[in-house]
């Protein structure tokens, strides 16, 4: 197993000590409250995501070790946390890991296609899609 399948693995265990989906919303918003704010120059037009309902900004910062750290943020509560959940899978990998994992399966794992509203599930499509964008820039 990758490091990205361990933390898909840690994060699935996380929800299924959880309750209904109400329970795993508050974690949602829990893990997004964590987030790292963004600086106002960092919630740029370039940083901007595409697709998503809410507004959302993420940074990548391509690291000297040949992997990439993302960051992010969002307007609206659940949406953070969504990011801090996706931050968590592809932040700190190199590009061909980002590339090679299967995001969608993973969030179908973790229940969330299912528990997501369609402009949810949109957004968080419009987030992988960048991060992957920003990783085939870098193979």
């Not at 490091?3 to 974690?27: N, P």
């Not at 179908?108 to 085939?136: C, P």
Request: with cysteine.
């Amino acid at each position: 197993m990758s490091a990205i399948d361990d933390e898909l693995a840690e994060l699935s265990a996380e929800f299924e000590v959880l309750g209904d989906w109400e329970e795993r919303y508050r974690y949602v918003i829990d893990l997004g409250k964590d987030l790292a704010p963004l600086t106002d120059a960092e919630r740029s037009d370039a940083n901007k995501v595409r697709g998503c309902a809410s507004q959302v900004w993420l940074v990548s910062e391509p690291q000297a070790d040949g992997t990439i750290r993302f960051r992010g943020d969002s307007d609206a509560h659940i949406v953070r946390g969504l990011i801090a959940i996706v931050l968590r899978l592809f932040s700190g990998r190199r590009p061909e890991q980002i590339l090679a994992f299967d995001a969608p399966a993973a969030f179908e794992t973790l229940g969330l296609k299912g528990a997501l509203s369609q402009q949810r599930s949109n957004g968080l499509a419009s987030m992988v899609a960048r991060i992957r964008r920003d990783a085939e820039v870098r193979v």
